[in-house]
């Protein structure tokens, strides 16, 4: 072969490998380009108070309900709690107030959103949604010793002596958790637990109790207060599932069934914060004392304490016609008949 044959296909050999593996380079070798992430940039403003969690309408504010961050300068608006230099807000200040306007997760609080105690529409505010408040009187027996303070959720149980017809004439003693689920709302005119100079919680006595109850379960707790004592039993912060499943069960709380999962959750709170007035438990004295009686019903009686009955009916059968007899005389008239005097006595009838 031709020597400068072989050379210009050395050559071309040499140019196709070389071209090759640039292609090959450039469709397998080139790493695609990453994503960077853009910081944003960080509010250089004051700090302001914002809700940590969301916060509904009547919620009785405590410590962990707001946190500060920073915010811009330029959107702080003099409604807002700031701390401006070394001044900020008294945060101890604003335990205890209630929410008047909801305040969403991560929004600014706003002075108009609170009500504190004392204030004009502070129970009002605090009232959930179709409730009511009522007022109990309450010992330091009946009071847990006033370790209940506001927003604390408590039951009511109701004792009383039921007088029947019995023969021993032993009352039935007997004490039923009558309502549950209860919100504290006040003790006597406080609103808010009293603290001392160090900021302790002073546990304090008080008469009165002020909870929040449906328009129902209210008309019942004024009738239960003529029947008996009423009792104050403190619930564990524990929410209790137990009653949730019941009332699930129940039919008393229903889920749609195209509810989303924050529907869901959201109606499942709420009825966990509703009192309830559904089947009490209750017990009785001879639960207690074998002394005691252990039921109402009347005890069957004997023949003598029939036959004493029912002379005591004929004894009052006669003494109440002689008491109608008595009603029915009219006037005493005298008549005279060819000089005869005599008395008639006239019927009213």
Known sequence: MDRKKVILLVGALLIAAVTAFMARSMFTGASAPKAQAVAQPVPTGPEVLVATRALPVGTIITADAFRYQPWPKELVEDAYFAKVGDEE???????????????TAGQPVTKGALVSPGDRGFLAAALGPGM?????????????????????????????SVKDQSPDGRPLRVSET???????????????????????????????????????????????????????????????????EQA????????????????????????????????????????VSRFQRQSYVPLPQTETQKVNKA?????????????????????????????????????RR
């Open 248 to 287: 699930l069960a129940s039919g008393s709380v229903t889920i749609p069934d195209d509810a989303s999962a924050e529907e869901e959750e959201k109606i499942l709170a709420s009825a966990k914060q509703r009192p309830s007035a559904g089947a009490s438990s209750y017990t009785t004295g001879g639960q």
């Open 132 to 160: 009511r408040a009522v007022t109990v009187p309450v010992s330091e027996l009946t009071g847990v010793a006033g370790f209940v303070f506001p927003g604390d959720r408590v039951d009511l149980m109701l004792t009383q």
């Open 178 to 244: 009558i309502m549950r689920n209860m919100r504290v709302l006040a003790t006597d005119q406080r609103a808010r637990p009293a603290k001392d100079k160090n900021g302790n919680t002073v546990v304090a006595k008080y008469k009165l109790v002020t909870l929040e109850a449906t328009p129902a379960i209210a008309e019942k707790i004024s009738v239960a207060l003529s029947l008996g004592t009423i009792s104050l039993s403190l619930r564990s912060l524990a929410e209790n599932q137990a009653e949730l």
């Open 311 to 347: 002379v005591r009916d004929s004894e009052r059968a006669v003494q109440l016609e002689k008491r109608i007899t008595k009603i029915r005389k009219g006037p005493v008239v005298r008549v005279s008949r060819g000089g005869t005097v005599s008395e008639v006595q006239l019927d």
């Open 89 to 103: 807000p008294n945060m101890e200040e604003l335990v205890g107030t209630v929410v008047r306007t909801a305040i």
